[in-house]
């Protein structure tokens, strides 16, 4: 059970709030956890970004020894490190299946750049 008290401002806007929105007695009940909910998802989030970071940060540390040493093979990075090298997508595509945020690619292979085409509609 969690108990806590709110400042009284913020918990009389929530209150009115809930009100307005839930007409029945669990409203409050069902706000408070979309509450923690989205709070969750938001931390999760930044987790993500921080993994993602972190991972981007890893290949750029080893790109030139990858491309040196394992062109044209599949690689994984997950926590910052290289988990696994692997002549198919099948074989490393188990490596770190856990991991938040993972870098799996083909050594060589370079992606399109994203290109903003600027489309533009003109109605007369």
Same mark, same amino acid.
Request: charged share 25%; with cysteine.
């Given at each position: 059970m969690l108990t806590m008290e709110l400042p009284k401002p913020l918990q009389q806007e929530f209150e009115q709030t809930v009100q307005q929105k839930f007409y029945d007695h669990d409203g409050m009940? %069902?706000?408070? $956890? !979309?509450?923690? !909910? /989205? +709070? =969750? &998802? @938001? *931390? %999760? *989030?930044? %987790?993500?970004?921080?993994?993602?970071? @972190?991972?981007?940060? &890893?290949? !750029?540390? $080893?790109?030139? *020894? /990858?491309?040196r040493d394992c062109f044209g093979k599949w690689v994984v990075i997950a926590h910052g490190k290289l988990q696994g090298i692997g002549d198919s997508l099948k074989e490393v595509n188990q490596l770190a299946p856990e991991a938040p945020d993972r870098i799996v690619m083909q050594v060589g !292979?370079?992606?399109?750049?994203?290109?903003? =085409?600027? +489309?533009q509609i003109a109605f007369d």
């Amino acid at each position: 059970m969690l108990t806590m008290e709110l400042p009284k401002p913020l918990q009389q806007e929530f209150e009115q709030t809930v009100q307005q929105k839930f007409y029945d007695h669990d409203g409050m009940k %069902r706000a408070v $956890i !979309e509450a923690i !909910e /989205l +709070w =969750l &998802a @938001t *931390q %999760r *989030q930044h %987790r993500i970004k921080a993994e993602a970071k @972190t991972n981007n940060q &890893a290949f !750029e540390n $080893i790109k030139a *020894q /990858l491309e040196r040493d394992c062109f044209g093979k599949w690689v994984v990075i997950a926590h910052g490190k290289l988990q696994g090298i692997g002549d198919s997508l099948k074989e490393v595509n188990q490596l770190a299946p856990e991991a938040p945020d993972r870098i799996v690619m083909q050594v060589g !292979e370079h992606q399109p750049k994203e290109v903003d =085409l600027g +489309w533009q509609i003109a109605f007369d």
